[in-house]
């Protein structure tokens, strides 16, 4: 059956929510942002806006396609949101939370809605055993990468209960628009994930602890030396340290312990503190 995809939800208005609501909007969908409080989900939607008016000025979007865009997206609570094609869950990385959201959404949208999480590293079998068999044909992995309007790479996930074509259907259609789709295996991390722990373990481990100015040098280095758009410490930052340390939690618990996906002791300090990256305007650096 040929993909029918029209309208979706995503659920979780935070970094990522907010990126992937904006880019289907982009692409002519009809887009409900989605959050625990509709008042998260109004101000991520009017920072979606403000881009789009600056996207503008930067003659990337004439003025009628950022008000056609607008028309597009609208702001939701859970109770309120509408059937809809395809769903994308965006929010905490915790395995029990999205299982309950996944399984009240479950009981609300229609046969037909596709069903997707944007997890970093929780395995997609098991966060689909929170819905009913029927849905598991029709339940992926749709991995965005930060920011999700930007960044080309969607890692598309299938498990052994999906619709046979239906991962391939998908990442046929991020091509057609723009996306590179790589269909990934199941796995702790999938692809990115799990090759970037040594990229954020190894630099935290090189500087050792809090220390701005070589914490400056490696991310120099890296984007120098080995060509990558962010070092490591800025890329922490722009992820949200707290996302980044439930993401190595999750795949250094599933090579069991193994001490080369282990969390840095000072990931944690940070989290404590309260310090997640751009998000809080402190992390490794300041963003007064
Ligand atoms: P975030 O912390 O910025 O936003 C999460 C949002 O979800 C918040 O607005 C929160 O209010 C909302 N939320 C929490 N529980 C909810 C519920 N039960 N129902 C509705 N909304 C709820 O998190 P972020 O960074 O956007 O991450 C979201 C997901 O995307 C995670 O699974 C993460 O692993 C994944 N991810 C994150 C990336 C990043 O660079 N931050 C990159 C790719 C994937």
Redesign the pocket.
Known sequence: MALQLKSMAV???????KGIAQWFAQQGFQVQL???KIE?AQTSCHQIIASWKKLVEKKKFTEEQALMFETMLSAKS?EEMNDCDLVIE????KKE?KD??FKDLDEKLPDHCIFAS????LSIAELSQAVSVKRRARFLGL????PATIMKLVEVVGTSDVEDGLAMQIASWFQKHGKEAAQCKDGPGFIVNRLARSFYGEALRIVGDENTEQEREVDSILKQVGGFQMGPFELMD???I??NL??TNIVWNAFHKNPRFAPHPLQEKMVKDGRFGK?TKKGFFSYE
């Open positions: 659920i979780g208005a935070g970094t990522m929510g989605v959050d625990t998260i859970l965006a929010i905490v990385e939370i309950q959201l944007n997890t970093s590293s991995h965005f990468f930060n722009l992820i949200g707290d996302i439930d993401v998000k």
